[in-house]
């Protein structure tokens, strides 16, 4: 199992450039999460897809969009890259639902992602 | 003021020293607590967990809530250069809204030789 996959791991982008970070997970987890980190602000929720088919935004979902294409892949776009969109970039995954403790989310290893 | 702080350090110990590591938070209906461990450069992964008051041990690892206070810790015994990683609190949203989580801002520990 590879678990929670992200491509690329690292990307400069100009300001207003576009691009989107890939995240696949192996687990059958039917929702998944973007992230960004950075420094002394923690984890910030960006949008989520609580199942397949749907999609919500997180604390800071703007200049972002996200496609959940399939249970396995969740896309984010970023249309009109800023400097302030320069961050690290985290995809994550876990089973809601079930009687088993359903709180548990996989990351993949991040994208970094500069904007110039 | 966030649901959930707590002090981004970072922190410095020698080896074998105990460590806590301490978060706050606003929301009494938390009812789940984690602690997740995160290596530079890597992505975060679960160390623990507890459910309502109590503690919680696990190796070398307490994890301990005080619902009364809002209070969570992770203490550290014996502590490892291993152990250096930065360690983020975090807690379920209530009525599970898509397993959504709420994280603090983590704390950065170096364990020195």
Redesign the interface.
Known sequence: NAG?TQTPKFQVLKTGQSMTLQCAQDMNHN?M?WYRQDP??????IY???SEGTT?K?EVPNGYNVSRLNKREFSLRLESAAPSQTSVY?C?S?S?GGRQ?????Y????TRLTVT | QKEVEQDPGPLSVPEGAIVSLNCTYSNSAFQYFMWYRQYSRKGPELLMYTYSSGNKEDGRFTAQVDKSSKYISLFIRDSQPSDSATYLCAMPMIYNQGGKLIFGQGTELSVKP
Not at chain 1, 101 to 105: I, L, N, P, R
Request: aromatic share 22%.
């Open positions: 929670v929702s999460y002394g602000m923690g984890l910030r929720l989520y897809s609580a919500d997180g985290f994550a876990t809601t403790f359903s709180y548990e989310q990351f993949g290893p991040g």
